[in-house]
């Protein structure tokens, strides 16, 4: 998952804990608790205020978590199992705090919700080879007109929108990040050519791809 802040304060400070799907899923995790780590595919709303005490338990965690990683090259016995126990332990704590704060978002019996729910995981997984409505209509057996109308009710955007979002989102990391040519970039992105790629990231951006990267 890719995320975009759209503001941040001069004063923000920030920790990053970073994994993939396959470390979650392979982290012994049981399956009793798996609502524990729902927050982990809250793509609605996945912020919430901590008190003071709360805060300082989560960076503690991390901070442990991190200095973990650091010293895993140098002490490998067991490291790679106390690794997975530290982070195990966070996921939970994180997970109990979220569902005790946040009131998260939770896919209800309502049609609509379910399917704007399935819609957004699907974008999130296939937004670099399907980019049309009509193709994520077709795989949740819907029309596109009710796609649309349920993601714009729910999130105030339209499928198309959030489609056309997660690519510039994309698009904009790894012009900032990767060092790729503009043309690779847009081989990856799946777009017919450079040409079609700069039109659309213009028409999102009010910059080509090239004049973005300068400015960043």
Request: glycine residues 4%; aromatic residues 10%.
């Amino acid at each position: 998952m890719i995320r975009h802040f759209g503001t941040v304060t001069p004063d923000c400070k920030a920790i990053n804990l970073l994994f993939s799907n396959d470390y979650l899923l392979n982290s012994a995790l049981p399956s009793k608790t798996a609502e524990a780590f729902d927050y982990l595919s809250g793509i609605i709303d996945p912020v919430v205020e901590l008190r003071e005490d709360q805060f300082e338990l989560i960076v503690t965690q991390l901070t442990a978590l991190g200095l973990k990683i650091k010293h895993t090259r140098t002490n490998t016995f067991y490291a790679e199992d106390i690794l997975r126990h530290l982070f195990s332990a966070l996921i939970f704590e994180v997970g109990a705090l979220y569902q005790k704060v946040a009131k998260p978002y939770v896919v209800s019996g309502s049609r609509k919700e379910h399917i704007v729910h399935q819609f957004l995981k699907l974008v999130s997984k296939k937004f670099k080879d399907e980019k049309s409505v009509q193709a994520y209509a077709d795989m949740l057996n819907i029309t596109p007109k009710y796609l649309t109308t349920a993601t714009r009710e729910l999130t105030g955007k339209t499928a198309g929108d959030l489609i056309d979002e997660m690519l510039i989102v994309e698009a904009k990391v790894l012009l900032n990040e990767s060092g790729m040519p503009i043309a690779h970039i847009a081989e990856t992105l799946n777009f017919s050519d450079q040409f079609v790629f700069s039109r659309f990231f213009k028409k999102h951006c009010g910059l080509n791809p090239s004049t973005f990267r300068r400015s960043v």
